[in-house]
C-alpha cells in the first residue's frame, strides 16, 4: 500500500452518495416483490428465520433483490462477526492521503442481479438458511484457502458452490474480470495503484491474473 499512491476497489467505497445509491439500484425491477418468487410456506421461514438471526422482518426487504439479503446472513452463516477487507483498505488509504476508486460504477454491479432471474436469487436464499451446517463448513474451506493463498482451488470450489454461482459464472465473473482488463490498464498507467477484487476473480484461465499476463502485465506474488 504504502508504495503506491492510489486504490481501486471493484466499487469506490469512500463515494458519499454510495448509500443513496445502493438504495436506488438494491430494489427489483418492474414492481417484483419477494412474495412473488416463492410460496406463502417458504416466505414465512425465510421471515421467521430474519427475526430469528438478523433481528428484523422481511417486510422491509420486500422490494429488494434476494441476492442483496444474502448480505445481513453471513454473520449466521460465520457465526462469528464479519470483518470487511475493502473497509480496512478504505481506512489505510485515508491515512496515507491515497485516493479510492472504482473499477466499475455501483450501478454496474447492482444490474447484475438483474440478469439473474429473481426466482433463482430467492432459491439460492432459501438453499442457504435450510443448509446452514453445509454452509458453515464450505465457507471455513474458502477461508483456509483464501489464507494459504491457494487462489485456484478457491477459484474452483467457488464454482462448485451450492450457495454462489448456480450457473451464472459468465455474468458474475467471467464477463467483468474480461471487462475490467483495458480499466485496469488504464488506471495503473496512470500512476502505482494497490487493486483489490474479490478473491474468486483471480484465479482459473479467465480470472483476471491469468487475463493481464495474457495482456503482457507482468503478475507476480507478494512476498
Not at 40 to 66: I, T, W
Not at 79 to 89: F, I, N, R, V
Amino acid at each position: 500500500m504504502s508504495r503506491t499512491q492510489q486504490v481501486a476497489l471493484e466499487m469506490d467505497m469512500d463515494d458519499p452518495g454510495m448509500m443513496a445509491g445502493m438504495m436506488k439500484t438494491m430494489n427489483m425491477a418492474a414492481g417484483n416483490e419477494l412474495k412473488k418468487l416463492v410460496t406463502e410456506q417458504e416466505y414465512q421461514r425465510l421471515d421467521r428465520f430474519f427475526k430469528d438471526s438478523v433481528h428484523v422482518g422481511l417486510a422491509m426487504f420486500e422490494r429488494a433483490k434476494p441476492f442483496v439479503l444474502m448480505g445481513p446472513l453471513f454473520n449466521t452463516v460465520l457465526d462469528c462477526q464479519p470483518q470487511s477487507y475493502e473497509m480496512a483498505l478504505v481506512e489505510l488509504a485515508g491515512k496515507q492521503k491515497s485516493e479510492v476508486i472504482g473499477i466499475e460504477t455501483l450501478e454496474e454491479q447492482m444490474a447484475i442481479f438483474d440478469t439473474i432471474p429473481y426466482k433463482d436469487q430467492a432459491k439460492m436464499l432459501l438453499n442457504l438458511i435450510d443448509s446452514l451446517p453445509s454452509a458453515r463448513k464450505e465457507f471455513k474451506s474458502l477461508i483456509a484457502l483464501y489464507k494459504a493463498q491457494n487462489i485456484n482451488e478457491l477459484y474452483g470450489m467457488t464454482l462448485k458452490s451450492e450457495f454462489g454461482m448456480e450457473g451464472n459464472e459468465e455474468v458474475m465473473l467471467f464477463a467483468r474480470n474480461q471487462k475490467w482488463i483495458p480499466r485496469i490498464r488504464r488506471i495503473a498507467s496512470a500512476k502505482p495503484t494497490f487493486f483489490a477484487v474479490g478473491a474468486a476473480h483471480l484465479g482459473g484461465e479467465k480470472g483476471v491474473i491469468a487475463l493481464l499476463r495474457k495482456e503482457g502485465f507482468t503478475v507476480s506474488a507478494v512476498k
